[in-house]
């Protein structure tokens, strides 16, 4: 350790220009590593997902032929609204009568409808309304085999899917099995109280106050409403139906390629399922839905914002710290052979040089997320991954400022570290593989 100080101190003009190189980088790093991390934690590290069926999942959409259907309201003055749920349901038989579908359901609602709807209510056990955790919520309609359409598993100890989809009583609600953990602290909650709270706001602050009670009358396997969302915390409301904003899943059967599926019929959806003048206007994989609400979100070209300097600053940062580490090394050949002449072995003047680069990457490390905790402390400028949902997870580290400062420095000093010692390892090596005279003759 001693000599290993002592050459740094020999060579400090030269590692005072690294020092400074490397705490500017982490600086720098932590803008983009930050939010790397935690949001790919959000995505795929918060609790299992418990993730649904999509591969044989479609969804549609309703229209009208509006020559018809404006003609119809010129004849009759409008269409009741008895007659318009009536409609979809003939829509909703016709594909039913399909030999490769194998369920259907109309609803409000459902799991990735729209990734830019943000619908999280706080809910509370009802003798605790204190105790609040917030939930994505989504409505369907009762009696049309939603969860078993949608692919959703009801936990042991929970009626079955099938049940849940009936009719149930008018307070009813149906959860995750993180969310019934998370407020009761078991998933046997079937039975029990839950109060939907509002989020108030007045000039002294934030407060809650309960906007209706609800009985949990079963509970479905962890699933997320979204992937930006952190946590699988979600509650189902059946509704009344809602018509013109009335949708469509379909399950096909196991054997059934869906793409082909829907290559197949989306020529002739307007000939071959109507009612009246409505029709079944898009047809679509759940798949295929799913990156469409990907791009209407922004997040193709969001990744690609992100991506493109990010991997531009990695080159850079790679790059130029090898190349430093590189021309250093080499001006310090005959250091090498000074060393190998007084008996050093090769591997240790390795590690030797290696170790240096350690120590020096962690002092400068070290400097650099000072000078960022001055802006964090002061700016709260953390990130939080643009995943939704806090959902009253206070133990989790993205929520506590320490931990989160602390686990993201010591990930940006484990990856300079790789780097320095990539930068070390390649010139150093190749000189130590030298003759001893070789190594003493000047450059």
């Not at 030269?14 to 982490?26: D, L, P, R, S, V």
């Not at 979809?88 to 799991?111: A, D, G, M, R, W």
Request: charged share 20%; hydrophobic share 40%; proline share 4%.
């Amino acid at each position: 350790m001693r000599l290993i100080l002592k050459n740094l101190w020999a060579h400090r003009k030269q590692n005072g220009w690294i020092f400074a190189e490397i705490a500017i980088i982490t600086v720098l790093s932590w803008f983009m590593v930050d939010y790397l991390v935690v949001s790919n934690y959000g995505k795929f590290f918060c609790n299992p997902t418990g993730d649904f069926e999509k591969d044989h999942l479609c969804v549609g959409q309703f229209g009208e032929l509006r020559g018809e259907l404006e003609q119809e309201l010129q004849e009759r003055g409008g269409i009741p609204y008895e007659e318009d749920m009536e409609r979809y349901q003939v829509l909703k038989t016709q594909l039913q009568n399909l030999p490769e579908v194998q369920s259907v359901c109309l609803t409000f609602q459902y799991i990735g409808e729209d990734l830019r709807l943000y619908d999280w209510r706080p809910f509370a056990p009802a003798d605790d309304t204190l105790k609040i955790t917030s939930a994505s919520c989504k409505s369907y309609y009762p009696n049309e085999q939603f969860f078993e359409t949608q692919g959703l598993r009801s936990i042991e100890g929970s009626p079955a899917a099938e049940v849940l989809s009936r009719e149930l009583p008018q307070d009813a609600i149906i959860i995750t099995r993180s969310l019934a953990e998370q407020l009761f602290g078991t998933d046997q909650v079937v039975g029990k109280r839950l109060a939907m709270v509002n989020n108030m706001y007045s000039h002294d602050g934030n407060y809650y106050q309960v906007a209706g009670y609800h009985t949990i009358a079963g509970v479905v396997e962890d699933v997320k409403g979204s992937p930006y969302e952190r946590y699988p915390y979600m509650a189902f409301l059946p509704t009344n139906w809602a018509g013109a904003r009335t949708k469509l899943l379909l399950r096909l059967k196991p054997d059934v390629d869906a793409e082909a599926f829907v290559k197949k019929h989306q020529p002739t959806l307007t000939h071959d399922f109507r009612a009246g003048s409505y029709v079944l206007s898009t047809l679509e994989t759940y798949n295929q839905h799913f990156e469409r609400q990907k791009e209407m979100n922004g997040d193709t070209l969001s990744n690609q914002l992100v991506t493109v300097p990010l991997t531009l600053f990695a080159i850079i940062v790679v790059l130029g710290t090898i190349g430093t580490y590189w021309l250093q090394i080499r001006k310090r050949k005959e250091d090498i052979g000074i060393m190998r002449a007084f008996g050093a072995s090769k591997l240790r003047i390795f590690w030797t040089f290696l170790a240096e680069g350690a120590i020096l990457t962690l002092l400068a490390s070290l400097l650099g997320d000072f000078i960022w905790l001055q802006f964090a402390a002061s700016w709260d400028i953390l990130s939080d991954g643009n995943i939704r949902g806090t959902s009253g997870m206070e133990n989790d580290w993205i929520n506590q400022f320490w931990p989160h400062f602390l686990i993201i420095s010591l990930i940006i000093f484990l990856l300079l570290l790789i780097i320095v010692s990539l930068g070390i390892a390649l010139p150093a090596w190749n000189i130590c593989r030298k003759k001893i005279v070789t190594a003493l003759r000047d450059e």
